[in-house]
């Protein structure tokens, strides 16, 4: 897990910038340029130059992606009202959403259809407006606020807003069913902080601190110090998320250039799907379920390699009493085809049955590492017999992927992993660094 380098991006800023992640493998970053016009640079295989969409700003740029092909950009105009433009199979013009506003927006997509902004308004106190089919008027959430206010979507049906607050302490307030009260998050901060959802119950959050250099505090169950990131920056850091275990930082830095640090490189789980009968749950999906539960380890799941085996004789495997160091003369002969696989690497044989019959069976012959998952598996069984070739042990729980009570039990989707099966996971030789 590695943290890479400042990249300059060159232009010349005279505001921080703003980004958007708007699809996969696509990043737009819109800053302020010096005739206090809207620029707008992309990567896309790599970075275009700049474009100017005009318009006279007094204010920093906040974008937020909303749905597939489309970006909202938000700032504050002349008149201190919020200004609205969007990228709609081309850029549509500035149109004016009211109200009188102190602070720069920040914007949240939080669902499909529907677009949150938030700002501070001439009493100090956070204030919320809405798209949603058509948009609905500011509504104060009080707190008294010293930075623009942050919002990020964290997951379906929830917002999380973030600002420093009269103490120049992170505060952070959240919509689940109804806004919540501001809770101090603590943190000497110098510049109004920056959120990024990562994945599934990660959340990311960066400020500058007292030394100019980029902060960085998470949420993964819990909100974890803050870290220094190093860098001398002159402009409050915009995140990203772009990508499965991919976050991107901008900043502008002493030569008022825009600067870029990304993080990669997470620990991962290489798979190769061996097929002998294609399972009911679709390995995509059940990549995708393990994906999901993994995540709040920290832990990528990537599918390096699919191969259909034509081996009917091991389709109905003999598995025996499924105990590691125990397999059987079939097990022998099926882990032994590990075509494309690294030695760290967990391949998995997708058969007919076990026999006796199981939903899967993680036993496998000392080296191969590797597990059998049956037609008839759950979404989860792919990630639940992984998980003990990562070293984890059943548990009385149906509300976590180990349950030993069979994971069609499941009832919370998608399952917990708790602190300690999470150092194991990741102490495994089995999670790399690719
Ligand atoms: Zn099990």
Redesign the pocket.
Known sequence: MTWLGWESLGGTLTSGPGVSSWSRGRLDTFVRGTDSALWHKWFDNGWSGWESLGGVLTSEPAAVSWASGRIDVFVRGTDSALWHKWFDNGWSGWESLGGVLTSAPAAASWNNGRLDVFVRGTDAALWHKWFDNGWSGWERLGGVLTSAPTAVSWASGRIDVFATGSDSALWHKWFDNGWSGWESLGGFLTSAPTAASWRSGRLDVFATGGDSALWHKWFDNGWSGWESLGGTLTTAPAAVSWDDNRIDVFAGGTDSAMWHRWWDLVPTVRLHAKILTAPNVPVATAVQRMRDVYANAGIAVTLASTENLNLPALDDVDVGECRLGQTTAEQNQLFGNRNNAGANDVVVYFVRSTNPPFN???AHPAGRPGAVVAQGATQWTLG??V??VLGLR?VDDNDRL?T?NG?ANITNPPPDLIASERQTMLASPFSQDV
């Open positions: 899967g069976c993680a639940h017999e998980g003990h059943h180990m030993g994971t």
